[in-house]
């Protein structure tokens, strides 16, 4: 009975946000309470659970998406990242420039929002268009999709990466490790077979675009306004923020991987250390070259965003608390309890195929991930499979076809001038490459990583 209710709360949530439009944030907790009540825990342990739940996930990573939202928040502010957009069309060709986009947004962009980063990024995909070819802006809208999004899913500080690592108690510096290897590697793969696929008759401009003529003179004006901003700051230091936390977390990881570390270098390998050092860099780079109340509005539109992302994060981890409450952990890890190779791939399938089917229902990303690393998180331990294999399983699940029902559709439709067809078509056909592109990876380091 216990996979039943589990199943029924699994549907609720779906129900909840896609029929009902209800808030994430409150479905995950109508939902925790019908499995906790429903499966026998009681009054009193099922809010405990709950309680507990949000805890424990909030000390694993709440600083740590805390600091990584006013990261990105801040530089923002400071045109870091137009910054670096701009320098990137000037110096790569144009054959070169989907793929260099998709690196560049699945690396080095994870630390600011999805939402921002489309705003960021499309008035240099729509531009740059015309100089790849008559395809050119379907394939530039396609690499800043798969770009975005698997580096938000596979590479820290993505936040979908960092909520499936701190549910699954995987240590940042190994997801960063095999993060880095699958993230840019599946995207820029992506936007190689798209390229393919464009060369057919698959792309139809006139029923495929929809070019708004205001927003293309709006977009200009905002480029050449970002052109001419005055800022004694080099690209290089503004992205100090973002490179520092990176390499220190890479550092603490090696040194614990080749076995030289020492109490000093697993303190600056700390994530939470290493992200604060980037926020306090990123604070003072703004504080000069934006001023103290620039400096300070970016600080609270962070703070804002920061709040509903914990949320989120937090009641996630309390339905996986819950979940551990009803003992389905055990039923479910007799499912698993062979040693043979094959039920690996199959908990790497069953992990992919959850997070999967959740994304497709509810539309987000990051609610799929968190609410599949919920479910599953109860069952790790039952299971002989490396717990950074199954997160990288259910991040690649959460990538599958984004959707109509996601609100980042929609944007990433108005802003590269698209159709509903033409969207479909790239955003949500890229997000399903990626997402099958990248399970083979994950299966061989399912096969290969210790359990």
């Not at 934006?290 to 300070?296: M, N």
Request: charged share 10%; hydrophobic share 60%; proline share 4%.
């Amino acid at each position: 009975m216990d996979v039943l209710h589990t199943a029924i709360a699994i549907v609720l949530v779906i129900v909840l946000i896609i029929s009902l439009k209800v808030d994430p944030v409150i479905s995950l907790v109508i939902a925790s309470l019908y499995l906790g009540l429903a499966a026998g825990v009681g009054f009193a342990c099922t809010v405990e659970a709950i309680t507990v739940g949000f805890g424990e996930i909030m000390a694993e990573v709440g600083l740590l998406i805390g600091f990584g939202v006013l990261i990105g928040a801040l530089l923002h502010g400071t045109g870091a990242f137009r910054k670096l957009v701009t320098v990137l069309v000037r110096r790569v060709g144009g054959k070169r420039l989907p793929y260099a986009l998709t690196l560049l947004l699945s690396t080095l962009m994870p630390s600011i929002y999805v939402d921002v980063q489309v705003v960021l990024a499309s008035p240099v995909a729509r531009s740059s268009a015309p100089f790849i070819g008559s395809r050119g802006l379907p394939l530039m809208a396609s690499a800043l999709g798969t770009g975005i999004f698997c580096g938000y899913v596979f590479v820290i500080p993505g936040l979908a990466a960092i909520s499936i690592a701190g549910l699954l108690d995987i240590r940042l510096g190994t997801w960063l490790l095999f993060g880095l290897a699958i993230g840019p590697v599946t995207a820029v793969l992506t936007t190689l077979v798209m390229r393919q696929v464009l060369r057919s008759t698959y792309w139809k401009p006139e029923t495929d675009e929809e070019v708004d003529d205001a927003m293309i003179e709006e977009e200009a004006l905002d480029i050449a306004a970002a052109e001419t901003q005055d800022s004694s700051l080099s690209l290089g230091i503004l992205l100090l923020p973002i490179l520092v936390p990176l390499a220190m977390i890479a550092f603490g990881a090696f040194a614990e991987l080749f076995e030289f570390s020492t109490p000093f270098i697993a303190f600056l390998g700390n994530a939470n250390v290493a992200l604060f050092v980037g926020l306090l860099g990123a604070y003072l780079l703004s504080r000069q070259s934006s001023g103290a109340e620039r400096t300070d509005a970016a600080m609270a539109a962070g703070f804002h965003t920061t709040g509903e992302i914990l949320l989120i994060t937090g009641v996630g981890g309390s339905l996986g608390a819950v979940i551990t409450a009803t003992g389905l952990d055990s039923t479910l890890g007799d499912l698993f309890s062979a040693d043979a190779g094959a039920p690996v791939i199959l908990s790497i399938l069953l992990a992919w195929f959850v997070a999967a089917v959740l994304h497709l229902a509810i539309g987000s990303v990051s609610v799929a991930a968190i609410t599949a690393a919920g479910i599953i998180a109860p069952i790790l331990g039952s299971i002989a499979v490396s717990p950074v294999a199954v997160g990288l399983a259910i991040a690649s699940g959460a990538l599958f076809a984004l959707q109509v029902n996601s609100n980042f559709f929609w944007m990433f439709k108005a802003l590269l001038g698209l159709s509903t067809k033409g969207t479909l078509k790239t955003l949500t056909m890229v997000t399903t490459i990626s997402s099958v592109i990248s399970l083979p990876f994950v299966i061989a380091i399912a096969l290969i990583a210790p359990a």
